[in-house]
């Protein structure tokens, strides 16, 4: 939890109609943290961010923004600023003009206008490049520009409504770390919105997963990664096995279950765990089962055959058939010793620890 | 494109490059509105043409001397009666055009805006006067103008006025009146086009960068939809300089615009070239002010920063 929350988000709601695009939302983001919310599209992260600029009203619920209650306050009086998914260059000025934009309301005398302006361009590496025209400008520089046009105001948060999405691949990928790095450089907070689950997790403090108006878990990127607390989390957050178990004892830190093919389990026990007539679910990620080759022995070891195969350069996803399993395992072996020649249909053994499992809570939670 | 693979063979350069052109999207394109085309250059250039010709020309009773002449520009220029009548049709149309702009941005504004589903339904109902004719809707303004009409008796009979008031029909103002009724849905049509055009998401960056929403409107809204305020403008500028109908039945002996001068002159006046010269002058000075007009509705634009 943050020491001194920037946002407070108490219960939330906005209906349109009988839909619920928030469905009692309450969360706190701290000042200076680097915040994503994350979901699927339709989960209401998009309409969470707009609350909080304030281009949308919720229905019920009140938003704090560094403590003054601005839940009715207008988009132009709130110590925010956005850096929208299109990036709303405004088309008819230049970059220089574009960035000044907010400046002219705070009269502030010419040179120190220039000033602002030009610090904020150096600060997104757009040096000098203040009498472009908005249509001269590519994918990158337009982000650059939003950027610079919203940090130039020194708002006390900034809103990135999925700010990377229009560009490609290795773009994207440089500008992860260089908004990181500006976060860093700034120290406001700076709240994101994605449905990349490798960029929340690449750039976030904290990240929020949203399904159906509801927020599923806050927690660390380690933290959400490693213990996804629900089924639909983990799967959100990259492949997962999960596997049906039995509770078979339960203490009050941990709990065993047994499972088909890997036995009997220790998991630490999650927060408000509640096993629906002793049935639950478990998971262990892909890369945490492992090949073994030749004469390789590992103390928990698996027998299965290779049911498919797919290639992606550094590593080979593979489907594994167990016997004794519904579900045929994944697995992500790296290409360092052959997994990607491996024929389709052999028999191999596979390694895993039992420590990589996590219990998943059902999905009493959230709704769909 | 893909035909400049196929076309490709080295040694007949010259009639494989005419045979792209010819199955070019440009040649194709070309050939599509030629007939079109065709048409509206005879239509337009013919008549132009001849009345340029004509205004060098004289008129000797039913013979034309065709020696070339700039007599008829004289008195287009200096005669004190065309130069009234001239000043007054731009005023007039200036006028008109100002006060159509002036009242169709909102509606416009507010069927882009806020007209929701209903957008529609709201541009056709716009459109509905259109659908009577334009005579019928000039003498339906008669009738309410009139000493009698509509709305003297109505204002009389909630007794605001004493006496019915006479300033309303056969003058100026009934011709302006009038005219920005007909040509309002000219107007709204292509402001509506060009304010549908803007990015809704740049209105909002606009008030979340601190502007109220007077200001995102000064600052954001009305500069991108000044292609359509200028259209507009122009739309309704150019033809009511040169309207012949609406100021013969309702604007009277103060309402004559230049349309009825040149009227006369190839009508009952049989000085054709004198007629000519005017309908030039006319084309010229519309042309003159509708630049001006660009220019300063742009720098007021580029103002507001």
């Known amino acids: 939890m943050p020491d001194r929350p920037m946002i407070s988000i108490e219960n939330v709601s906005r209906y349109y109609g009988s839909y619920r695009a928030l469905d009692d939302v309450s969360l706190e983001i701290g000042a200076g943290e680097f915040f994503s919310l994350l979901g699927p599209s339709g989960c209401g992260k998009t309409t969470l961010l707009r609350s909080i600029a304030g281009f949308d009203v919720p229905t019920a619920g009140e938003i704090r923004i560094d403590g003054t209650p601005s839940t009715l306050l207008p988009a132009n009086r709130r110590p925010t600023n956005m850096v929208f998914q299109n990036y ?79 560009l490609d691949k290795k773009l994207r990928e440089q500008m992860q770390v260089e908004l990181r790095s500006l976060q860093k450089a700034v120290g406001i907070t700076f709240i994101l919105v994605t449905h990349d689950q490798y960029e929340a997790l690449a750039l976030s403090d904290r990240i929020a997963v949203m399904f159906g108006g509801r927020i599923a878990q806050v927690a660390t990127p380690k933290e959400i990664y490693q213990r996804p607390r629900t089924r639909r989390v983990a799967d959100f957050l990259g492949g997962m096995n999960f596997l049906q178990a039995k509770l078979t004892s339960e203490r009050s830190d941990s709990v065993s279950v047994e499972t088909a093919r890997f036995g009997t389990i220790r998991l630490e026990r999650p927060k408000g765990f509640a096993p629906t007539n002793g049935h639950v679910t478990v998971g262990i990620r892909p890369e945490r089962l492992r090949l073994l080759w030749d004469d390789e022995r590992a103390p928990h070891e698996l027998v299965g055959r290779v049911e498919n195969r797919a290639y992606f350069g550094e590593v080979t996803h593979l489907t594994i058939g167990v016997d004794g399993l519904e579900q045929p395992l994944s697995m992500i072996e790296t290409n360092d010793y052959g997994a990607d020649d491996l024929p389709l249909g052999a028999d191999i053994r596979l390694a895993y620890d039992p420590e990589a499992f996590v219990l998943l809570a059902e999905e009493g939670g959230s709704r769909q | 494109m893909s035909s400049v693979a196929i076309d490709s063979s080295p040694g007949a350069v010259k009639p494989a490059a005419r045979g792209r052109w010819m199955r070019s999207e440009e040649a194709r394109g070309l050939a599509m509105i030629s007939p079109t085309l065709l048409y509206a250059l005879a239509l337009l250039l013919v008549p132009v043409t001849l009345v340029v010709a004509y205004s060098f020309w004289t008129q000797n009773y039913l013979e034309i001397d065709r020696s070339f002449t700039l007599e008829n520009y004289r008195q287009a220029l200096t005669e004190p009666i065309y130069r009234d009548l001239f000043i007054r049709s731009l005023w007039i149309s200036l006028a008109t055009s100002a006060i159509t702009v002036g009242f169709s941005y909102p509606v416009a504004w507010f069927i882009s805006f806020h007209g929701g589903a209903h957008r529609n339904l709201w541009l056709f109902l716009v459109t509905i006067p259109c659908w009577t004719s334009y005579l019928l809707r000039v003498m339906s303004w008669k009738v309410i103008l009139g000493y009698g009409g509509v709305l003297n008796t109505g204002l009389m009979s909630a007794g605001l006025i004493d006496q019915p008031i006479t300033s309303l029909l056969y003058n100026a103002n009934a011709v302006v009146i009038t005219l920005v009724h007909s040509w309002a849905a000219f107007a709204i049509l292509p402001i509506y086009v060009s304010l549908q055009k803007i990015d809704r998401s740049l209105i909002e960056a606009a008030r979340d960068l601190g502007d109220g929403p007077m200001r995102a409107f000064l600052r954001v809204t009305l500069p991108l939809s000044m292609p359509g305020v200028v259209s507009a403008f122009l739309i309704v500028m150019i033809p009511t300089v040169g309207d012949y109908v609406t100021p013969k039945l309702v604007g009277g002996k103060d309402g004559v615009m230049i349309a009825t001068a040149i009227q006369a002159q190839f009508g009952k006046g049989a000085n054709w070239p004198l007629g000519a010269a005017l309908s030039v002058t006319t084309m010229v000075l519309v042309s003159l002010v509708a630049a001006a007009v660009v220019l300063a509705l742009r720098l007021v634009v580029r103002r507001i920063r």
């Open chain 1, 88 to 166: 709303a260059i405004f088309p008819h000025l230049d970059v220089g003009e574009n960035v000044a934009y907010g400046l002219k309301r705070l009269k502030l005398d010419a040179a120190e206008e220039r000033r602002r302006v030009a610090d904020a361009l150096d600060q997104v590496r757009l040096t000098g490049l203040d009498r472009r025209k908005a249509n001269e400008l590519s994918g990158g520089q337009r982000q650059r520009v939003a950027l610079a046009r919203a940090l130039v105001m020194r708002p006390k948060v900034l809103l990135l409504d999925e700010p990377l999405s229009a």
